[in-house]
Antibody
């Protein structure tokens, strides 16, 4: 059973780069059915899709990020990473690592517990 | 990609049936599958419905989903106090090239 755990700095200064890591235990992170991604939730607000990566290299990002985001997979470490440049207070949120598994006759999600990131000087 | 609109709140009494709507804004909503998530306070979202009306293993059959055209709905029958949560719809084209789009969420209160 796969388990996900996010880790990150907690506090980032405006204009700096946010780097988050999702460590996966309990199995391999590579499968043609796996869609890895990040979803964030500003305090008291709704969910916002940040971006996804499929099969280690096919990426897709929320246009609202304006090309500031990069998602990558490190299969040797069983980790998925998110890098967000030029952060502002609007990037303050709980960031969730998510695996969406899409099969022919079923689907399921696995989510990490989330990590809070605050952008402040 | 569609924009998804949900009512900000809904309520019901124990045992009642409640529905939460999710309205898509664009004509291409038809090519998207709708997913529903439940988020209990302080926890990560949980997938309730995938591909419009399918339930993942372990989700009670009290939860059901439907989609018609550019709108979808989640129905909860036999409402329980533990169903009090935020509910989000999402749309995805079941392809790695497709973005995910989330609705704004509906806070369900069990009276």
């Amino acid at each position: 059973q796969l388990q996900l755990q996010e880790s990150g700095p907690g506090l980032v200064k405006p204009s700096e780069t946010l780097s988050l890591t999702c460590s996966v235990s309990g199995g391999s992170i590579t499968s043609s059915s796996y869609y890895w991604g990040w979803v964030r939730q500003p305090p008291g607000k709704g969910l916002e899709w940040v971006g996804s990566i499929y099969y280690t290299k096919n990426t897709n990002y929320n246009p609202s990020l304006k090309s500031r985001g990069t998602i990558s997979v490190d299969t040797s470490k069983n980790q998925i990473s998110l890098r967000l440049t030029s952060v502002t207070a609007a990037d303050t949120a709980v960031y969730y690592c998510r695996l969406h598994v899409s099969l022919l006759n079923s689907a399921f999600d696995l989510w990490g517990p989330g990590t809070m990131v605050t952008v402040s000087s | 990609q569609p924009v998804l609109t949900q009512p900000p709140s809904a309520s019901g009494t124990p045992g009642q049936r409640v529905t939460i709507s999710c309205s898509g804004s664009s004509s291409n909503m038809g090519s998207y599958s709708v997913y529903w998530y439940q988020q209990l306070p302080g926890t990560a979202p949980k997938l309730l419905i995938y591909r419009n009306s399918q339930r993942p293993s372990g989700v009670p059959d009290r939860f059901s989903g439907s989609k018609s055209g550019s709108s979808a709905s989640l129905a909860i029958s036999g409402l329980r106090s533990e169903d009090e949560a935020d509910y989000y719809c999402a749309a995805w084209e079941d392809s790695f090239t497709s973005p995910w789009v989330f609705g704004g969420g509906t806070k369900l209160t069990v009276l």
